[in-house]
């Protein structure tokens, strides 16, 4: 008996390779935050917004940060934009990036 096949499943991975180019430097770790520039980006699914907005408020206010630049990706399986990434490389000394439901 011969199987044939009656249709075709496609597999995605979703893990990306390792960029390559210099949008990814290796920065010393950060000991402290007290003074650093906070930045925010908020990966487009609903209610990381407020996520991230309770936690950048904790951390001006108990640590002592700047909320620097904050961004939201267009949609939650799409990268952000280079320049959204060089704005917040630019003007963030950390960031943090979000996701809710």
């Known amino acids: 008996m011969t199987l044939q096949a009656t249709r075709t499943i496609?597999?995605?991975n979703p893990v990306a390779p390792a960029p390559t180019d210099d949008r990814v430097r290796q920065r010393p770790a950060i000991t402290r935050l007290q003074g650093l520039r906070l930045g925010l980006l908020d990966n487009g699914?609903?209610?990381a917004?407020?996520?991230?907005?309770?936690?950048?408020?904790d951390l001006q206010r108990d640590l002592g940060t700047?909320?620097?630049?904050q961004g939201r990706k267009p949609h939650p399986s799409i990268a952000a934009a280079r320049e959204q990434l060089a704005e917040l490389a630019r003007d963030a000394d950390f960031v943090v990036?979000?996701?809710a439901d």
């Open 97 to 99: 990036s979000a996701m």
């Open 45 to 47: 699914k609903a209610n």
């Open 66 to 69: 700047t909320l620097a630049v």
């Open 10 to 12: 496609t597999l995605v």
């Open 49 to 57: 917004d407020h996520l991230l907005q309770m936690l950048s408020a």
